[in-house]
């Protein structure tokens, strides 16, 4: 059987942002409420892992600010960081301690670093035909609009301040994060999420009663053990890696092709598992969260407004400022935000993400698409991520065999993501 074609496919250019010479940064109030858009992912992890498993506020925040200036930086687009979310739920679930997070962050940091060095991801990736990352986005969208869901109806523990759930049921908290998602969608052009943070923080001081504590928290070394490496290696990074590579690296770098075209050629796989692996050594060796990219988090930033690398700088720079300025009371703050605001985000969030599979043709596409995004949800993403690439592959071999055997031409090769 012939290899596939290891070309790239065409680029294409999106219709927003059609040149590749349009401004790298943008300093207005779309382009800073595009950089808090990704907040529902991040806020609820970083405050549990503070208040449940016990680490530095400072730790939590500097990794995540640090990765973010650098993907502005280096990608000049909207490049989102998100906490590692598999790795983070089951942290929190679990209780593990500092030693085991750090270690699991270091491991990741190795094998993604490792990844992105041997160019061992990029050509992976040329094998993922663009039906199954579309699918992987598919499971994204819904994971999100499932968190979302939860934010509203059962807001986390570790959030203390009255909260619309615990205050008027369920129902009426998802309905006020349904309401707010709309509303958000439809005045985006007047920076709408940032008027939803905003609004929030208000919310936010007005029910904190106590004082601030200024200055940064202190910062944990870690004491790695045989028994934190292999717990954190079998409790944390099996479940996360498969995650990491689809939607962190794959699908991230095929979003961003879909939305900026040329201008984010240098948004690959393989440097964003450099990136990532880079932010998580850090993050080990300063017992802080663990973090990656992911393409539900760059739909966030540009649907509110993020074109440009201002958007990642900005919101860098603010978690910076968090973490060395406020960082040792900021978990007890932010324990007090509004979660409806976070839900409301998060739902537009994977809403517009589910919306990308409609760039597919043909309904071979969007059944394998629909069924790898189905299978990731409800299950397991490396088994929908094999399983829809053997099936593509499976098929296209069938029929080129039969087209030889039947001596006409060979027909084209399915197309992969154009960020391959």
């Not at 680029?11 to 907040?39: F, H, I, K, M, T």
Request: glycine residues 14%; contains cysteine.
């Amino acid at each position: 059987m012939a290899t596939p074609d290891a070309r790239p496919l065409p680029v294409p250019v999106s219709a927003a942002d059609p040149a590749p010479s349009a401004p790298q940064w943008r300093w207005d109030a779309r382009e800073l409420a595009g950089a808090v858009a990704d907040l529902g992912v991040l806020v609820p992890i970083a405050v549990a892992l503070v208040l449940v498993n016990g680490l530095s506020a400072t730790a939590v925040l500097l990794p995540a600010g640090l990765l973010y200036l650098t993907a502005g930086l280096v990608y000049r687009v909207p490049v989102p960081v998100q906490p590692l979310k598999a790795f983070g739920a089951i942290a929190v679930a679990q209780g593990l301690g500092a030693d085991v997070i750090a270690a699991g962050a270091l491991v990741m940091g190795v094998l993604f670093l490792g990844l992105g060095a041997t160019g061992g991801i990029d050509a992976v990736a040329r094998w993922v035909p663009r039906p199954v990352v579309r699918g992987v986005q598919l499971s994204v969208g819904l994971l999100f609009l499932q968190l979302a869901w939860g934010l509203a109806a059962d807001p986390p523990v570790s959030f203390t301040g009255p909260q619309l759930g615990s205050l008027l049921g369920p129902a009426a908290a998802v309905a006020v994060a349904g309401l707010l998602a709309l509303g958000a969608v439809l005045l985006r052009r007047w920076a709408s999420a940032l008027v939803l943070v905003v609004a929030g923080v208000a919310v936010m001081l007005a029910t904190h009663s106590g004082g601030v504590d200024w200055g940064p928290s202190a910062l944990h070394r870690p004491g790695l053990t045989g028994s934190a490496l292999l717990t954190a290696s079998v409790a944390l990074v099996l479940p996360q890696l498969p995650l990491t590579f689809a939607n962190s690296c794959v699908a991230t770098a095929d979003v961003a092709r879909t939305y900026y075209g040329r201008r984010a050629q240098r948004v690959t796989p393989g440097r964003l598992a450099s990136t990532l692996g880079a932010a998580n050594l850090l993050a080990g060796a300063m017992g802080g969260m663990p973090v990656c990219h992911g393409a539900g988090g760059m739909t966030a930033h540009r649907s509110f407004g993020a074109r440009t690398g201002a958007a990642p700088v900005a919101m860098g720079a603010v978690l910076l400022a968090l973490a060395l300025g406020v960082g040792a009371g900021l978990a007890g703050v932010l324990a007090h935000f509004p979660v409806v605001v976070l839900a409301a985000l998060l739902a537009v969030a994977g809403a517009l993400h589910i919306t990308l599979l409609r760039d597919l043709e043909g309904s071979r596409e969007v059944l394998l698409a629909v069924a790898v995004g189905l299978v990731g949800f409800l299950g397991h993403l490396a088994l929908a991520l094999v399983a829809g690439c053997l099936v593509w592959w499976g098929l296209w071999w069938g029929v080129r065999r039969r087209v030889s055997r039947a001596g006409g031409p060979s027909r084209p090769r399915p197309r992969r993501p154009s960020g391959a």
